[in-house]
């Protein structure tokens, strides 16, 4: 099924002007990659609507042009919340996990614990784990597949900022695992992801061979937690540095802890909580939601 011309155009048209701007990065450095700055910044639109929205009944003045939200799924225990969509861009599913929804806190107060909740022999954080699966269990699953099944679309991506890109992570990882064996994951982009599991995860998140960014900005603290080296952990690839502008994306190596990307902070500058809510010049968190709206005035986005 073809996507809107009109929509395509306009966000071709947006794409063009943010990179003019310096939004969507101008330079991009490093290996070459699939890598792509103007669908990065549809996955960031999405991941800041996902704070701005709390329920499916309200309509999405925070989404782009093209994007429907069919449900807007939430769990009172660990206060997760995910947006489930179709954007007609790509004519795909959508998951897009909010990070949490009082970031700074979250930040200072996190403790990190490991489980160990698969057959493989892999370790993620607890924490993380509970929010996805929680999540999961309370629609996502359900609401992919309703939606799937409504738009005729196999094609699916997920997104997430914060805890939520963890969570992305997390949905990828259960994609390669066969538990959406009828659809296509086109992509998995996170801003600001911390440390999801150890280097046996990230060592089998590696082979499935997802197309799979983890973008991160310049001093942002939160791609650097949980600190404790004891735990383990290990970041999945690919990650794209922006610098402190944004005007800039390295693309690194397929280690995933590059020490030419945001490990040059390390240890003693990688504290900033600024630039973890700051991505392509992007506001996100819950005080990022005034300029959404500003940005789509008119209301574009339909809620079933």
């Known amino acids: ?24 990065p101008g330079v991009v450095v490093g290996v070459l990659t699939s890598y792509d700055g103007a669908e990065a910044l549809r996955a960031l639109e999405l991941s800041e609507a996902a704070y701005c929205i709390s329920s499916k009944h309200e309509r999405c003045l925070a989404c782009p042009p093209g994007v429907e939200v069919t449900e807007v799924v ?15 861009v790509d004519d795909s599913v959508f998951v897009a996990f909010r990070g949490s929804s009082n970031t700074r806190n979250w930040i200072e107060n996190v403790k ?17 784990f509970l929010w996805y699966k929680d999540l999961n269990a309370s629609g996502v699953y359900d609401a992919v597949k309703a939606t799937a099944r409504r738009k005729q679309t196999k094609n699916l991506k997920v997104t ?5 890109g963890a969570c992305a992570t997390l949905f990828a990882f ?4 066969g538990v959406y064996p009828d659809m296509t994951l ?9 440390r999801v599991g150890d280097v046996n995860f990230k060592t089998l998140f ?38 402190e502008l944004s005007t800039t994306a390295q693309v690194c190596d397929a280690s995933g802890e590059d ?10 500058h990688c504290t900033s909580v600024s630039d973890h809510l700051n991505y392509l010049n992007v506001s996100l968190g819950t005080d990022g939601c005034a300029n959404a709206f500003a940005k789509y005035a008119t209301p574009q986005a339909a809620v079933m």
């Open 1 to 24: 099924k073809p996507s809107s011309p009109s929509i395509i155009m306009r966000t071709v048209v947006s794409s063009l002007l943010l990179l003019l701007a310096g939004a969507v």
């Open 74 to 88: 939430t769990q009172r225990t660990s206060g997760g919340l995910a947006v489930v969509g179709y954007d007609d």
């Open 112 to 128: 990190f614990v490991k489980t160990r909740p698969y057959d493989e022999d892999v370790a993620v954080e607890r924490g993380f």
């Open 160 to 164: 997430g900022h914060s805890a939520g």
């Open 174 to 177: 259960d994609y390669a695992r």
């Open 186 to 194: 086109l992509s998995t982009i996170t801003f600001g992801s911390p």
């Open 206 to 243: 590696d082979s499935f061979h997802l197309r799979s960014f983890r973008v991160t900005h310049y001093h942002d603290v939160v791609p650097h937690m949980p600190f404790e080296r004891s735990m383990h952990f290990e970041h999945v690839p690919t990650e794209v540095y922006y610098d």
């Open 259 to 268: 020490p030419a990307c945001s490990l040059k902070c390390a240890p003693f």
